[in-house]
């Protein structure tokens, strides 16, 4: 079940921490820890704070739970670094820094040998800046280092029975913001109250809306756009009562890094 190219970079570690959201990435992770080395020698850690989606770290705990690890909860208030709120294309650098440094207090705690992330080979493929932090911190990503890509991960999952094998990935709130757009408490409380409208009343996942300038940039997959456009009746009062200047639908739909990459363009 777990490939072995994993199991030998977990099995000498004899006693880890796991940073685990509640995505599909790190629970396929720290699934593995417990399998290969007990669920006694395994401590999961969850960031909490205005960043992340409240859903996030309840579907993290109930994955403690169900794995039978370990786990603790760290507040974490990424609005009080400068470097975060001002948005700069390295944000993630910042934020994984100050975040990680908090987790190592807790894996010293635990006795572990190595705090581990969910970062899997397509990751690399990506400019992520956070990677940065985390190799400058010596935080390992076993996934990553197997060499496994995100479709054998989601396959792991499926293996493994996890509750989050086909759910879409959730990033944190900060990612719906371009470089240089400030992060604020009340701009992640718009986007967040809006996607959950959207999500709630259309039903559709993944769903996006990107803050660029005051407005609120709408991205669905391919195939829900007609349905949109259909419901912009219901959908731009609501919106605006939320803060928005204005409401668009971006044709192209969704896909990951999509600010990133058209602000490197402009």
Known sequence: MIPEALESILRPLERVAVALSGGV???????????????????????????FPPGEAELARET??????????????????????????????HCKKTLFELFLREVRNFGAKALLDGTQADDLLEDRPGLRALSELGVRSPLAE???????????????????????????LATRF???????????ERVLRA???????????????????????????????????????KIIPVLKRLGFKRVALDLEGYRTGSLVIREKLR
């Open 146 to 172: 197997a060499g496994l890509t995100k479709g054998e991960v989601r396959e792991l999952a499926r293996g493994l029975g996890l509750l989050q094998a086909e759910r879409p990935s959730s990033p944190c």
């Open 178 to 188: 371009p470089p240089g757009e400030p992060v604020t408490r009340e701009g992640l």
């Open 195 to 233: 996607e959950d409208f959207l999500l709630k009343h259309l039903n559709l996942a993944p769903i996006r809306v990107r803050l660029v300038r005051g407005e609120a940039r709408i991205e669905a997959p391919p195939e829900a756009l007609d349905q949109l456009f259909a419901a912009r009746e």
């Open 25 to 51: 990435d790190s629970a396929v992770l720290a699934a593995a820890a417990a399998r290969i080395l007990g669920p006694e020698r395994v401590l999961a850690l969850t960031a909490t704070g205005p960043i």
């Open 64 to 93: 403690a739970r169900i794995l039978k690890v370990e786990h603790k909860e760290v507040f974490f208030d990424a609005l009080s670094l400068p470097e975060f709120r001002e948005n700069p294309p390295d944000r993630c650098y």
